[in-house]
């Protein structure tokens, strides 16, 4: 039994099947490979384009989804073997992932990091005891790590150069700023598929305490010797935008500071210009822009950069839908 929980478990042969068959979602949207199937939908965190993107998918293949928010309509949930559950945890992962299982053919987890322990963060224990437990193919939503906003990032792409093929394109993942520390999740995700397509990826940080965690690092240089492209670290501004052909922005925390974010504020304050502004995009190969989404305006990238026809970060959002149509309907009947 497949799950979808990195796309690093796939293979390029399988992503890219999972990318062609979501293009043709795109243009057919009714299907009826969900059809009499359900997908249990567990948000342990908010969300506006992950929910609405698996409800209708789900319905649009003739599925039906639950969605479920443990601690509010759904009993709290333990992760941790030998736990003696005399606090506000009601039930174990062990019963909750067996017991849907037995009600649904597929289950969707959104779990953020708590952002107090990274060493603690990056084990992902509520998606892998979910993949542990159940006995139906699970979804990761976004953890640590976003892989349905992988496949829409790279779909977009691909409709945007015209090719599926987009070795040769010059990368670049830039840190931007924001009022606080955010999720790495789609910065992993970000170099992950980025250079799991072969493109040269260069990763735009302020200092080196925002390269990202060593696992990702070490992904990105493993797609780099299977794939081609190359993988650069910079922090220098105009020379990692210079001929760019694809511009990337995401805001994160700097991993040195998890649970202690007071002293690391300071520093991103410096950097407010990051920014995705025109002088930037101008320094691009007649560069693209996307981002993941939601984006505040003229702090993470300029009213001008996102209304420039040059922006593709909505048509990104809508592939959110396509592509996770895809991945449900490979796994309900693989």
């Given at each position: 039994m497949?799950?979808?929980?990195?796309?690093?478990?796939?293979?390029?042969?399988?992503?890219?099947?999972?990318?062609?068959?979501?293009?043709?979602?795109?243009?057919?949207?009714?299907?009826?490979?969900?059809?009499?199937?359900?997908?249990a939908l567990v948000f342990f965190n908010p969300s506006m384009r992950t929910r609405t993107s698996f409800e209708l998918g789900a319905f649009q293949l003739g599925g039906h989804a639950v969605v479920l928010a443990p601690g509010k309509d759904a009993w709290p949930i333990e992760f941790d073997l030998g736990t003696v559950m005399d606090s506000d945890t009601e039930e174990h992962i062990a019963e909750v992932a067996q017991v849907l299982s037995r009600y649904v053919d597929l289950i969707g987890v959104r779990?953020?990091?708590?952002?107090?322990?990274?060493?603690?963060?990056?084990?992902?224990?509520?998606?892998?005891?979910?993949?542990?437990?159940?006995?139906?193919?699970?979804?990761?939503?976004?953890?640590?790590?976003?892989?349905?906003?992988?496949?829409?990032?790279?779909?977009?792409?691909?409709?945007?150069?015209?090719?599926?093929d987009l070795r040769g394109k010059k990368y670049v993942l830039t840190w931007t700023?924001?009022?606080?520390?955010?999720?790495?999740?789609?910065?992993?995700?970000?170099?992950?598929?980025?250079?799991?397509?072969?493109?040269?990826?260069?990763?735009?940080?302020?200092?080196?305490?925002?390269?990202?965690?060593?696992?990702?690092?070490?992904?990105a240089a493993q797609n780099v010797a299977e794939n081609g492209g190359s993988l650069t670290v910079s922090h220098d501004i105009d020379s990692a935008y210079a001929g760019a052909d694809v511009v990337y922005a995401k805001s994160w925390g700097a991993l040195p500071f998890f649970g202690n974010w007071e002293p690391e504020k300071p520093i991103r304050d410096r950097f407010k210009h990051f920014i995705v502004d025109e002088r930037k995009m101008a320094l691009t190969r007649n560069g693209v822009f996307s981002h993941c989404l939601p984006l505040r305006r003229n702090i993470k990238a300029t009213d001008a950069v996102m209304d420039a026809p040059y922006c593709i970060a909505v048509n990104e959002a809508e592939n959110r839908l396509h592509v996770q149509k895809a991945v449900m309907a490979a796994l309900a009947n693989q």
């Open positions: 497949k799950h979808f929980l990195n796309t690093q478990d796939w293979t390029r042969a399988e992503l890219d099947a999972t990318l062609a068959e979501a293009a043709r979602f795109k243009r057919e949207k009714l299907g009826d490979q969900l059809k009499g199937k359900s997908i779990a953020f990091p708590k952002f107090v322990d990274w060493a603690s963060d990056r084990e992902d224990k509520v998606l892998k005891g979910f993949a542990k437990y159940a006995t139906v193919p699970v979804i990761n939503m976004e953890t640590i790590t976003h892989p349905c906003q992988e496949l829409a990032h790279a779909l977009a792409l691909q409709e945007h150069f015209g090719t599926a700023y924001h009022p606080k520390a955010l999720n790495t999740a789609v910065a992993n995700s970000a170099l992950t598929i980025a250079t799991r397509m072969g493109m040269d990826v260069t990763l735009l940080c302020p200092t080196e305490d925002y390269i990202l965690d060593e696992r990702y690092m070490g992904w």
